[in-house]
């Protein structure tokens, strides 16, 4: 018999102590836990920024198509019908968010019916005013710890900065007002006039929800009120705003 195979020659391996195991798992939990952190920013940050954008523009030629069959702009602001849930029916793009920014809305504000999702990520409250009515068009979406972050910048916004919500019909441009922090139970922030019972609205706001603190933070929400400025027909082109803000959205030069 070979000596490198006999028993007496065998090297015994030694037994791996729980301590030892429990270390190891550790070390390659965090491992994980420290990749995910890194991945996370970049995927939010720039894979589905970069998707959103295509999408956008996909989105926006098959609404110059659909628009180019429809009666011309008669001055009434139109007012989308409800869309079923899940569906997409508008984007949101907002300067102050990025260069860049743009992103899908659709109907509803589940995790898994729009919020979590990266061709979505931005959801309306099923009960709130649609654009172009009067009252609350209030929307929602994730800041952070999410697979789509839409919000994740609304801090950036200052009183005046524009947002422009584009659907078939053309884009609402909105004005942004004001910025405050509340409980997650604080539901009057949805109301058709925000924190006031029984009042039949007269004006057209666009009410933004999103978790607070910024980073992995659910304890509050951060809510960013905006107001209705003004209507632009899609037969009329992008708002020249938009166009000097975000050229790359609106189909200029970045």
Not at 10 to 26: M, N, W, Y
Request: some cysteine.
């Amino acid at each position: 018999m070979d000596d490198a195979l006999s028993p007496r020659r065998r090297r015994r391996r030694a037994r791996l102590s729980p301590l030892t195991v429990i270390g190891e798992l550790l070390i390659v939990g965090g491992l994980a836990v420290f990749g995910y952190i890194v991945w996370q920013p970049w995927h939010t940050g720039v894979v589905v920024t970069g998707k959103q954008l295509e999408l956008s523009h996909e989105t926006s030629a098959r609404w110059d198509a659909e628009a180019a069959a429809r009666p011309p702009f008669d001055g009434t602001v139109p007012v989308p019908e409800v869309p079923a849930l899940g569906e997409v029916f508008g984007q949101l793009h907002v300067p102050a968010f990025g260069t860049t920014f743009v992103n899908n809305v659709a109907e509803g504000t589940g995790w898994w019916e729009t919020l979590n999702y990266d061709d979505k990520g931005i959801g309306r409250y099923p009960n709130s005013a649609m654009p172009g009515e009067n009252g609350n068009f209030a929307i929602a979406a994730h800041r952070s710890g999410g697979y789509i972050t839409p919000f994740k910048e609304v801090m950036n916004l200052r009183v005046g900065d524009p947002l422009f919500f584009e659907t078939v019909d053309g884009w609402y441009t909105y004005r942004f007002r004001s910025l405050e922090y509340v409980w997650p139970t604080e539901g009057e922030v949805l109301n058709s006039f925000p924190r006031m019972e029984g009042i039949e609205p007269t004006d057209q706001i666009m009410t933004l929800t999103t978790c607070h603190p910024k980073n992995w933070g659910t304890d509050e929400r951060a809510i960013a009120y905006t107001v209705f400025e003004s209507f632009q027909p899609r037969g009329e082109g992008p708002p020249a705003e938009l166009i000097e803000l975000n050229p790359a959205i609106a189909g200029g030069e970045a």
